[in-house]
């Protein structure tokens, strides 16, 4: 168990809807991370939060959105749901923000959540 | 170009055999980190060992050690005694320095274990 908790485990939707994911961080980390992984596209980074600001994006579409709250615990929110969207979206977890001197820190990830939409 | 490359789809090892997944990673800064997960068919990504880049020896975490090849920029994976159990997709993983956000990963290797 690495301290990360993902909720729902799975979730069934249709085209066009809109889901949130929950993520909270292990205790004591910061920064929270989220990840798509699809079969054709693997691990896709898609956004970092620290300490309640974004920190980097990667490649996140326009119908996606994230906040990290006060009590740090983050929700991605995908809307507009499209059939490619079907994926395992993780979140994981480090203590700082990922700068050049914690580059070294290592990300630990949730259980993910699979994403099925039809 | 790819910032990690994981050249074998799929690799079998027999039970309580030794097994090397090979990891080429490219950068040009300095300091980094690279990493090792391991993906089980329930799907959680476990992480395994951590190799920084001016680390002097090669990191060692059970039955996990990591053959770091600086020159080369290979960071291969390699599994002592097998067991049943290490069956799973390994990724390799990379983190920069100079933007640490970021985690690269390589498109995994699926090892399974013969008994």
């Known amino acids: 168990d690495s301290g990360v908790t993902q909720t729902p485990k799975h979730l069934i939707t249709a085209t066009g809807q809109r889901v949130t994911l929950r993520c909270s961080p292990r205790?004591?980390?910061?920064?929270v991370y989220w990840y798509q992984q699809s079969l054709d596209q693997g691990l896709q980074f898609l956004i970092q939060?620290?300490?309640?600001?974004?920190?980097a994006k990667g490649n996140i579409l326009e119908r996606f959105s994230a906040q990290q709250f006060p009590d740090l615990h983050s929700e991605l929110n995908l809307s507009s749901l499209e059939l490619g969207d079907s994926a395992l979206y993780f979140c994981?977890?480090?203590?700082?923000?990922?700068?050049?001197?914690?580059?070294?820190?290592?990300?630990?990830f949730g259980p993910g959540t699979r994403l099925l939409v039809l | 170009a790819q910032k990690i490359t994981q050249t074998q789809p799929g690799m079998f090892v027999q039970e309580k055999e030794a097994v090397t997944l090979d990891c080429t990673y490219d950068?040009?800064?300095?300091?980094?980190?690279l990493f090792w997960y391991k993906q089980p068919s329930s799907g959680e990504m476990i992480f395994l060992i951590y190799?920084?880049?001016?680390?002097?020896q090669n990191a060692t975490e059970g039955r996990y050690s990591l053959n770091f090849q600086k020159a080369r920029k290979s960071a291969n994976l390699v599994i002592s005694a097998s067991q049943l159990g290490d069956s799973a997709m390994y990724f390799c993983a990379m983190r920069e320095g100079n933007t640490g956000n970021q985690f690269y990963f390589g498109t995994g290797t699926s090892l399974t274990v013969i008994p």
């Open positions: 190799q920084g880049s001016y680390d002097q």
């Open positions: 994981a977890s480090s203590v700082g923000p990922g700068t050049r001197s914690t580059f070294q820190e290592t990300q630990y």
């Open positions: 205790s004591g980390d910061l920064s």
């Open positions: 939060y620290y300490n309640g600001e974004e920190r």
């Open positions: 950068t040009s800064d300095p300091s980094y980190g």
